[in-house]
Antibody, heavy 121, light 111 residues
């Protein structure tokens, strides 16, 4: 049974860098044909796709966040990571990691439970 | 990221059917049959309920169905149940390296 678990600081100071890790269990992150993504939901707002990465390191980013977002993958420890630089209060959100249904990287079938990150001033 | 437009809210009574629309453009819904829908109960992880316009992942009730016409995709929920009360989001592929992103979401209330 594939499981994903987000981890990282729940509180980040404004202008600093938010860093989260998604630990994958039940399957190898290097399994071909599956993509790994990050999505967030600010309080009271809708879902926002952040970006997606393949085990090879290929990435797809939301154009509106691309300049501040970095995704990385570590196949040796079976996790992938998100970094968002220069955060503001607008980056306060529940952050989810997810895996695609197949090579269709935009279809996210497995999700973590989410982790709340608050940006403080 | 393209903007997919959904109604803010819909409602229905138990047993009824409701439809949620998702309007895109010729760059996303109008060009690709890669529309997906997610159900999101507050405090839980979103759940993929429809992909490729009208296909359901294993375990998803056949009360959920999808369709497309022009630039508008639709999610229909038949035989409405109380547990269907949730937020619903559409999503569309928009070519190459860009996802269409999520629609603004629709809050379904079961009366």
């Amino acid at each position: 049974q594939l499981q994903l678990q987000e981890s990282g600081p729940g509180l980040v100071k404004s202008s600093e860098t938010l860093s989260l890790t998604c630990t994958v269990s039940g399957d190898s992150i290097a399994t071909k044909g599956y993509f790994w993504g990050w999505i967030r939901q600010p309080p009271g707002k809708g879902l926002e796709w952040i970006g997606t990465i393949y085990y090879s390191g290929s990435t797809y980013y939301n154009p509106s966040l691309k300049s501040r977002v970095t995704l990385s993958v570590d196949t040796s420890t079976n996790h992938f990571s998100l970094r968002v630089s220069s955060v503001t209060a607008a980056d306060t959100a529940v952050y989810y990691c997810a895996r695609s249904r197949s090579k269709a990287w935009w279809e996210l079938l497995y999700w973590g439970q989410g982790t709340l990150v608050t940006v403080s001033s | 990221q393209s903007a997919l437009t959904q109604p803010a809210s819909v409602s229905g009574s138990p047993g009824q059917s409701i439809t949620i629309s998702c309007t895109g453009t010729g760059s996303d819904i109008g060009s690709y049959n890669f529309v997906s829908w997610y159900q999101h109960h507050p405090g839980k992880a979103p759940k993929l309920i429809i992909y490729e316009v009208n296909k359901r992942p294993s375990g998803v009730s056949n009360r959920f169905s999808g369709s497309i016409s022009g630039y508008t995709a639709s999610l229909t929920i038949s035989g409405l149940q109380s547990e269907d009360e949730a937020d619903y989001y559409c999503c569309s592929y928009a070519g190459s390296t860009t996802s269409g992103g999520f629609g603004g979401g629709t809050k379904l209330t079961v009366l």
